[in-house]
Nanobody, 124 residues
Framework: QERLVESGGDSVLAGGSLRLSCAAS????????MGWFRQAPGEEREWVAY???????RYTASVQGRFTISADRVKASLHLKMNSLKPEDTAIYYC??????????????????WGQGTQVTVAS
């Protein structure tokens, strides 16, 4: 059983920055894919970004150029640096892992383990 713990959520003004972290022992494994998802009130969970064990990254169009996903295998931590935040980025952010192989997907159902989420609120 892998455990994921997010931190770093906060309330900021539009244009501000935040760095989310996810403590993830799965990063010490040989094969993995890690993703960030978010869920706004009344909305479905939305894929934000992913990174695989080779360092390949991908982002949803609405955050491309503003968000950066990274993974520190030594510290077993996943990060999401969020710049130029907009009110529409307001959501609970979740990290998720897939360890059966290192293929990454944008569908939440493809991921095996989830954190409890951290709230990001962006005020205009």
């Amino acid at each position: 059983q892998e455990r994921l713990v997010e931190s770093g959520g906060d309330s900021v003004l539009a244009g501000g920055s935040l760095r989310l972290s996810c403590a993830a022992s799965v990063l010490t494994r040989r094969y993995w894919c890690m993703g960030w998802f978010r869920q706004a009130p009344g909305e479905e969970r939305e894929w934000v970004a992913y990174i695989d064990d080779s360092g390949t990254t991908r982002y949803t169009a609405s955050v491309q150029g503003r968000f950066t996903i990274s993974a520190d295998r030594v510290k077993a931590s996943l990060h999401l640096k969020m710049n130029s935040l907009k009110p529409e980025d307001t959501a609970i952010y979740y990290c998720a892992s897939r360890i059966i192989d290192n293929f990454c997907y944008t569908e939440a159902r493809r991921y095996d383990y989830w954190g409890q989420g951290t709230q990001v609120t962006v005020a205009s």
